[in-house]
C-alpha cells in the first residue's frame, strides 16, 4: 500500500515528505495505522550520525491502531490499541530471561534497517528505504513484528503513549527495574529532558526521600519540582557535589545521568556516598576517570542502562496504570505537532522549547 513518510535521504538532511510503498505484513508482523508518534534524541543522532543505512525512515515512538494482522499472530486483532517499542529477537538468552533490551541481535535489529528475516517492508521506485527501531513510525502505517507492539487500553488517550516506548520507559525504568532504590534513599537526576524528568516521577513512585534534580535551565527545574524533585540544583550556578552532599548527608545512593557530558558523568560518581551506584543512560563519549578516588575507593558502582532494562509488554502497562492514577503525569513533557511540522519539532526538542514533542499524524 501507499503511504505518506518522513524520508531521510542523506546523513545530516531533513525530513522529507514522500509517498512510498509499504509491504503487506510477513510472518509474525502487524500492520498499524499510526496515530502519533514521539520525537526522540535518537531519531536526531540517526539522521546526523548515519549509525543507520540511509535512505531510511526514522521514528520509533509510535502509537497507533492495528489494522492488518500477519500470519501466526494471535495475540494482537484489527483495532487493537498499540504501542511500538524496540525491536528484539524474542529468542535468545537475554530476551528470554527479561532483558529483551540486551537482546544479541539488538543492534541490527533496530539499527540495521532491515526487518527480522533481512528483508524490507519500505521502497520508493523499486529502491529499498530503511526500517528503523523495526518500526519507522515517522509515516501514516508501520509494519513491526507482533511482539515488538504492546496493547494498551482503549479508554487511555493513544496520542499520548508513543513516547513511553523508548524515552519515557527509559527514565522510568532505569529507576524501577534497574537501581529499584529502596524507601527513603536519596536518588539525583542529572539532565531534565524527558529521560531524566520520567526517572524523577518514578523515583517519587518509589518513595524516594531525597529527589534531587539537577540542570541548567531554571524552567526544567521548576518543572521538576512539580513532578517530584525534593531540592534542585543549576548546574550553572551551584556546587553540584557539595549541594548533593549537604542536602542528602553524604551523598545520594543513585544517580541516573542522562545528559552524556563527560564533566557530569564523574559529578555523578562524586557525588555518591560509598557503595553507591550511578546508572548512565545517555550516549556519551570517552570519560577520563581517577578510577580510585572517583569510583573504587568507596565500593561504588557505574552501570549503563538500555531502555530501561524493560520488558515493554510489561513495563508500558504499568506505566499507564500509574499515569491514570495520577502517579505518573508523563503528559506535562508533551507538546503536539502535526506530521508537517516534524522539522520544527526536532528544533524544538534541540533548543530546550519542548521537552517532549509529539507529531500527531491523523
Known amino acids: 500500500m501507499q503511504i505518506q513518510a518522513a524520508v531521510t535521504t542523506g546523513q545530516g538532511e531533513d525530513f522529507a515528505l514522500d509517498t512510498v510503498e509499504l509491504a503487506e505484513p510477513a510472518l509474525g508482523e502487524i500492520r498499524v495505522r499510526i496515530v502519533a508518534t514521539g520525537v526522540c534524541h535518537t531519531d536526531a543522532v540517526a539522521r546526523d550520525l548515519g549509525i543507520s543505512p540511509y535512505p531510511i525512515v526514522l521514528g520509533h515512538e509510535g502509537a497507533g491502531v492495528v489494522d492488518a494482522v500477519g500470519e501466526g499472530v494471535t495475540d494482537l486483532a484489527v483495532g487493537d490499541h498499540v504501542a511500538l517499542s524496540f525491536a528484539h529477537c524474542g529468542q535468545c ?3 528470554l530471561t527479561g532483558h529483551p533490551t540486551v537482546c544479541s541481535t539488538f543492534n541490527e535489529l533496530n539499527f540495521g534497517g532491515a526487518m527480522d528475516d533481512g528483508s524490507h517492508r519500505l521502497h520508493k521506485d523499486g529502491e529499498a ?10 509515516a501514516t502505517h508501520s509494519v513491526v513484528s507482533a511482539h515488538n507492539a504492546v496493547k494498551v487500553d482503549k479508554d487511555v488517550d493513544l496520542a499520548l503513549l508513543g513516547p513511553l516506548g523508548c524515552g519515557i520507559q527509559t527514565g522510568a525504568g532505569t529507576v524501577l527495574n534497574r537501581l529499584k532504590p529502596e524507601f527513603g534513599t536519596s536518588l539525583v537526576v542529572y539532565g531534565c529532558g524527558a529521560v531524566g ?6 523515583a517519587a513512585i518509589a518513595g524516594c526521600h531525597h529527589i534531587i534534580a539537577v540542570d541548567v535551565h531554571d524552567s526544567r527545574l521548576e518543572l521538576a519540582r512539580e513532578l517530584g524533585a525534593t531540592h534542585v540544583l543549576n548546574g550553572g550556578k551551584d556546587d553540584v557535589v557539595e549541594g548533593i552532599r549537604g542536602i542528602s548527608g553524604g551523598g545520594s545512593e543513585y544517580a541516573v545521568e542522562t545528559t552524556g557530558v563527560p564533566a557530569v558523568v564523574r559529578q555523578s ?5 560509598p557503595l553507591g551506584v550511578s ?3 545517555g550516549v556519551t563519549p570517552d570519560v577520563t ?3 580510585h578516588e572517583d569510583l573504587m575507593a568507596e565500593g561504588k558502582s557505574m552501570i549503563g542502562v538500555i531502555e530501561g532494562d524493560s520488558v515493554p509488554r510489561v513495563f508500558i502497562p504499568q506505566l499507564v496504570d500509574y499515569y491514570r492514577d495520577g502517579r505518573f503525569p508523563f503528559d506535562k513533557l508533551v507538546r503536539f505537532y502535526s506530521f508537517s511540522e516534524i522539522s520544527q519539532a526536532f528544533e524544538d526538542s534541540k533548543n530546550g ?3 517532549k514533542p509529539i507529531l500527531r499524524l491523523e
Open 93 to 95: 538468552g537475554r530476551c
Open 129 to 138: 528505504i530503511s526500517t528503523f527501531f523495526g518500526q519507522s513510525s515517522f
Open 289 to 291: 576517570l581517577n578510577v
Open 197 to 202: 524528568l520520567s526517572a524523577i516521577m518514578a
Open 279 to 281: 546508572a548512565i543512560v
Open 353 to 355: 522549547t519542548t521537552v
Open 269 to 273: 560518581l562524586q557525588a555518591l556516598r
